[in-house]
């Protein structure tokens, strides 16, 4: 097959491939689309932790970006870690110039193993301004705790957190209820208009690393081929539950899941 669209990616880098910006390629290309990438830091870690963060300076990550789109222009953009104020500042100059409406935030805050990945400050301002010129928000429910001040224990209390959400000015939230203890697993999608609960089985596996990563990019995948917002999450939902379900078992720790699961190798190549 040929690319379907094209996606740029703005993440920072696992080097043990499960999360990050190596899970977003793998993602986006087993999906069929092409990736491009803007790296806005470069992690040191394996499935059992983070050992080191080196940040890319803000005003090279901007440049990626508008270098980048300027000779290819993405159909949609998926935006990972963002570990300080100036990144962010940097970040929305550079989507104010390239001008694509379809972008979509995962609000990264903490690494499986409880390694920070971004400051306080940056939390506020992407709090204030960056929800809102994004089409969707995906917070995991740690991240839609703080993102709105609430706590979160119930189904009920992911949906009144993500209508809190909308009224500070976010225009679609998918909250991913993985976090909490229920039977099954319910994402919560939201906007002005509608809410809608995607209801999963849950697997009993500590191979998840990465599944937010992948959940984003999935969707923004589906979004750039020209899927609606809803049916892409419903998509995106579909593609990390069947790498989870089918992750490889590699690593000591918190294993990768299975990016693979939508392909069929050609014979010749086996
Ligand atoms: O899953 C969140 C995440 C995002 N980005 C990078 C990461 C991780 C988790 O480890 O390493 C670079």
Redesign the pocket.
């Known amino acids: 097959m040929k690319p379907r669209s094209k996606i740029l990616i703005i993440?920072?880098?696992?080097s043990s491939g499960g999360?990050?910006?190596q899970a977003d390629v793998k993602t986006a290309t087993c999906l069929g689309i092409y990736a491009m990438t803007s790296v806005t830091?470069v992690?040191i870690?394996n499935t059992k932790g983070?050992k080191s963060i080196v940040p890319i300076p803000p005003d090279q990550i901007y440049k990626q970006i508008v270098y980048t789109a300027k000779d290819i222009k993405p159909d949609s953009i998926k935006i990972?870690?963002l570990h300080s104020t100036k990144v962010i500042n940097n970040v929305m100059k550079s989507l104010q110039k390239i001008r694509t409406k379809k972008v979509i935030l995962d609000p990264?805050m903490v690494?499986?193993g409880g390694s920070k990945?971004i400051n306080e400050k940056a939390i506020k301002l992407m709090k204030k301004k960056l929800l809102k010129k994004v089409l969707l928000i995906t917070p995991n429910v740690p991240e839609a705790e703080i993102l709105t001040g609430l706590k979160i224990s119930t189904k009920e209390e992911m949906i009144i957190a993500s209508k809190k959400l909308i009224k500070s000015g976010a225009k679609n939230v998918l909250i991913k209820g993985g976090h909490l203890n229920s039977k099954k697993v319910y994402d919560i999608f939201v906007n002005k208009n509608e809410i809608k609960i995607f209801s999963s089985n849950r697997f009993k596996t500590k191979n998840t690393?990465?599944t937010?990563?992948t959940l984003s990019t999935a969707i923004t995948s589906f979004l750039s081929c020209g899927k609606t917002l809803k049916k892409s999450c419903e998509l995106g939902i579909k593609y990390v539950n069947s790498a989870i379900l089918t992750n490889p078992k590699i690593g000591k720790g918190h294993g990768p899941i299975n990016h693979l699961n939508s392909i069929k190798l050609k014979k010749i190549f086996k």
């Not at 993440?11 to 696992?14: F, H, K, L, N, Q």
């Open positions: 993440a920072g880098s696992d999360a990050g910006i830091a992690t870690q983070v990972g870690m990264v690494a499986k990945l690393h990465g937010g990563c």
